[in-house]
């Protein structure tokens, strides 16, 4: 995560609250220990009696249970006072209002895609507020995986109202019930792969000299959010010198389009659209197009040739 002062706070503030930059945004230690990343999803089981989860390594015990996780991600759990639970496991056991969640995730006058049934099913990206969109990419590599990264199901809108209503979180059960979905799933995704390596390198795994390493993915910063999470339509929040704009038909080129006026007039120089595009280009890629159009000429002129 690279995002500096004043660069949208409303995201940036939030995340440092929960501490989720400390650790889980700032995971810059080296690349992802393929090898280990497996073997641990391999090796993931959940012993008797509500024993932590543990993954056996290379000779290591790695507990995978939320205290374990909290700490290393240095994301305490905060109660409320009188309170077993945090204030997003006692939402999630609720029934939600979903007109309340579409009011705070949605740009206005959308909200959640029904079921054949009359139920909540989805909430769509493209309806989703800019904050809504940045936090649900951001769960989807760091809080629970998933392959499908587009629309948010009724499971991920609760999180990320949960996130953006500042309610209180156990992050490290919330990943450590991930990853025992993971592991018992199967499926052959991996999920938490940077964490997993990071957390069992802090814990004295090496690495072997055979093992394979796949870089992390580009940190989200502004330029990213700008590009794949701002709504245009979302009226809260205004990114200075940006500014979003479809392509009319008009301004889309219509290279070679009229292709019947080709062959009512062998020797025109190009097509009018292909001038108009010419015009307004170099002198190189006028030569890519003026010697693209002559070979289709040519191409026309012996199919002529061959029907006489």
């Not at 305490?76 to 999630?92: A, D, H, I, N, V």
């Not at 038909?249 to 389009?257: L, N, R």
Request: charged content about 20%; proline content about 5%; hydrophobic content about 35%.
């Amino acid at each position: 995560m690279e995002l500096y002062h004043s660069e949208f706070d409303e995201f940036k503030i939030e995340l440092e609250r929960r501490n989720l930059h400390k650790r889980l945004a700032n995971l810059h230690e080296g690349s992802i220990d393929v090898a280990v990343v497996k073997e641990f999803y391999a090796n993931f089981y959940s012993p008797a009696y509500q024993a932590p989860k543990c993954a056996k390594i290379r000779g290591h015990l790695i507990k995978i249970d939320a205290d374990n996780l909290n700490e290393f991600l240095q994301t305490p759990m905060l109660l409320e006072e009188g309170e077993s639970l945090p204030t997003y496991s006692r939402f999630c056991r609720l029934r939600y209002d979903p007109r309340e969640m579409e009011a705070r995730l949605c740009i206005p006058g959308k909200g959640f895609i029904l079921n054949t049934e009359g139920q909540p099913w989805k909430l769509l990206r493209k309806d989703l507020t800019t904050l809504a969109q940045t936090w649900s990419v951001f769960s989807y590599s760091n809080l629970a995986p998933t392959s499908h990264t587009s629309d948010l199901n009724t499971d991920r809108a609760r999180l990320v109202y949960g996130i953006i209503t500042r309610m209180d979180m156990n992050i490290g059960g919330l990943m450590s019930r991930q990853m025992t979905m993971i592991a018992q799933s199967n499926s052959s995704r991996l999920g938490f792969p940077a964490l997993i390596t990071a957390f069992c390198r802090s814990r004295g795994v090496g690495s072997d000299a055979l093992t394979s390493y796949e870089n992390l993915r580009p940190a989200i910063d502004l330029a990213y959010i700008i590009r794949n999470c701002w709504n245009a339509n979302d009226q809260t929040v205004n990114f200075p010198e940006t500014k979003k704009t479809k392509l009319r038909e008009a301004d889309i080129p219509h290279s070679f389009t009229p292709i019947a006026g080709i062959f009512a007039s062998s020797t025109s120089t190009r097509p009018p659209a292909l001038a108009d595009l010419s015009a307004q280009s170099s002198q190189t890629s006028d030569a890519k197009f003026q010697s693209l159009f002559e070979g289709q000429v040519l191409i026309i002129q012996s199919l002529q040739e061959l029907v006489q």
